[in-house]
């Protein structure tokens, strides 16, 4: 493994969640490994689970993290190709790619979509840019389309929790939210449960927020909330604004809200939600509060996905 | 020690005080204690003496400490329970503090006041509510009624310089500013000086300018400030706001300006502030930059009060 | 060597380039030497290059660095003596600055002029007050008027680039740019090449773009670019406000933007920048993105300057 961008990037799922596994019984057994390594930590937008998993990951690892703040602490990059630099951006991330490939050895990236125009957005410029230019391996920590670490916490949760012998069935529903938020986490969710194939996987959503295809396919499709959660053993809700429309609200729709009652439709499933969460909009106190939530145990687990990745990268580029 | 919050955390003060002073004369002496510990350093608000001592002190201790600006790299936290989270606040601190809880072995937090209400910053429901969730061990770096590191670092430093058989006279006197300030340390000052017992403790201020009685209960309170000057062997000069019509500003008188005529009053005293000070606002020129002046003595010991505390809390947890 | 903020505090310059090209060679050869040390890096403006070079030669010398940004962390700093602080500076340098000193062993700073007053940025009063009261080495990471640590790198990157027995021929050039910077990196390679006296040297500039004498003394001015660029064995693109008109853009001629077509002038010379650089502004893309572009090559060898110069500083204060 050279990069972490999206689920294709790993070889073997099941061998990466074992890998985080051992991590979580034993942080501390491979301390060694990123001695004199550097890793930059690069945010264009604010981060908490991602910044803190990832810097305690590095801990773990005994690698050196330094942390930048794009957006505050530097200035605007220009992405396009032959640009005439006489407006906001300061810096080509041809320039600053390089240079922030000699310092580190391993950087990762957190970078929001701007939801303005989908092919922009779609084409993951920024990302594909730094793996071109900056010459050593790109983690990424969220980007335009796809959260990784995110998802391979999520399987690597759904594993540790589901112990039967068949496969467990995971929904993922949408759910409201006052402001139009990225399909990141929808996208990578169904992406990597497509890939690992471990699971019945059931996407609910009002209609006009279908995902793209290409993350999508295998899954099946369910407008009918209350039908699609039936017998579920984990439901993952979030909220996502619309990609047909794109970044459209289409819905405010509160029946959509994850409660008490739709839990009672499922096989008394895990509840599963990325965080940070809006509480009452998207899932209810009764719901969060309750047994079924795993929302802080996949918080935590953040700190092994992330911990698995570098070390792997690590053992790769040694 | 499991959370330091307030003074009663600490169960004996003189011997806290005598632990800071021998890690004064040996920093480097417990760098074994925090290996593989993680410390997480969250700021709501500014913050210089307290964020860099309490970083070297981790540095001297051998922990991990992450810093983490809640207010510029992540977002707004809701504090009140079954908040329906449709406004600006993102994140409730139901969740976010069990996952920091995760992260970290130890975990400190900046918050101020907002001096709108004074029952809400009395409660103190940030910090409580952090405690409730978080599951680990929390240090106040100052929260909306105290600033126990400030405080411990005062005794401290006056331990530290006075040798005197008898008790010292330690007079805290308000003094004038520009803006409305929270009224933590007056508070705290006062809470650590009466709880420790080995001062004769006045404090003088303005009519209106009163503390909650929680706080001062065993100080004399004296509105006439020269007389509370007399034969000082300690002044401690501080701003705040009135606590009684809440955070109002209700004196601009610049007498209360402490100058070499105040200081002359006392028995040589030595000055304290805990930094940073307007200069010629509330304590002037002459003064600071005397030898009577020890803020910087006061700032400088920032790092053993903090490094005490810290591992005071390792040993007990390991 | 106790500061470094301008040329004079370097006894020679060949010794400290070829201390930088050895840790080039052997990165962590002094991992030890930095142990139990604290470097507090300051910024009152941003950075990227400089911040994170510094921080990785900090790690290569095993030492705890602790970033401070001051400007959104904390507050605004008083500089002036006397100054009755009523307004929106909220400490005064003669009281922080002693505070830095206590917690660190060596101090970094960067700091921009506001190109409003001469006098007041040529004082350079930030940084001498810091070195007046802080007691301990201060490293500019830029200061109003000279950016040592970026011309070290430059002398660097030359020596490590031309294996001539004669001296080359060294070509400041003035560049259009849409904003008006500061004159430091002009300065403060002027006055390093002038230094180290290995160069044959020319400035080129449009008239009314002079420098400080005090800088460029020992250099050739020539005021036809073509002419200055002939034989070139490297140029260094910069642009710069007006020193004698202060900080006002008086020229935006695109003429000067460096293209292929002044590059065939040159002994097909080297082409450098400091970073970050305006495409297509200040320098064609055809250039930047050619072999000659020495650009990733200076910004990679910051982290062996600021190696070098911490770890003379570390040398002499043991």
Not at 115 to 141: F, M, R, T
Not at 178 to 202: R, Y
Not at 276 to 296: G, T, W, Y
Request: net charge negative; hydrophobic share 40%.
């Amino acid at each position: 493994m050279k990069n972490f961008i999206a689920v294709n990037d790993v070889p073997d799922i099941n061998a990466l969640v074992k890998k985080a596994l051992v991590y979580k019984s034993d942080p501390f057994k491979d301390k060694a490994l990123g001695a004199n390594k550097r890793i930059g930590l690069l945010f264009l937008n604010p981060s908490l689970r991602t910044r803190l998993s990832t810097q305690v990951a590095t801990c773990n690892l005994g690698m050196d993290a330094i942390v930048f703040n794009m957006d505050k602490e530097g200035w605007k990059l220009e992405f396009e190709d032959g640009a005439i630099m006489s407006g906001s951006s300061v810096e080509h991330i041809k320039d600053a790619a390089p240079v922030l490939g000699a310092y580190f050895d391993i950087l990762c990236i957190r970078t929001f979509p701007l939801l303005l125009n989908k092919e922009e957005d779609y084409s993951e410029l920024l990302i594909n840019q730094l793996i071109k230019y900056a010459g050593i391996p790109i983690v990424s920590l969220e980007s335009s389309t796809l959260h990784p670490l995110q998802s391979f916490t999520d399987i690597i949760t759904i594993s540790e929790v589901f112990n039967e012998k068949r496969k467990p069935k995971v929904v993922l529903t949408w759910a409201p939210h006052i402001k139009p938020l990225p399909q990141c986490v929808a996208n990578s969710f169904s992406q990597w449960i497509n890939a690992w194939g471990n699971a019945d996987f059931v996407i609910t959503h009002p209609h006009n927020y279908g995902l793209d295809e290409k993350f999508t396919k295998g899954a099946s499709i369910e407008y009918n909330q209350l039908k699609a959660l039936q017998d579920a053993d984990f439901v993952y809700v979030k909220n996502w604004s619309s990609y047909t429309n794109y970044g459209k609200i289409l819905s405010e729709d509160s029946n959509w809200m994850l409660t008490q009652a739709h839990l009672n439709a499922t096989n008394n499933a895990k509840v599963m939600h990325c965080l940070p969460v809006r509480r009452n909009v998207e899932l209810s106190d009764e719901v969060l509060d309750s047994a079924n939530s795993i929302v802080s145990l996949q918080a935590a687990n953040r700190v092994w996905a992330a911990q698995a990745v570098l070390s792997e990268i690590l053992t790769n580029t040694n």
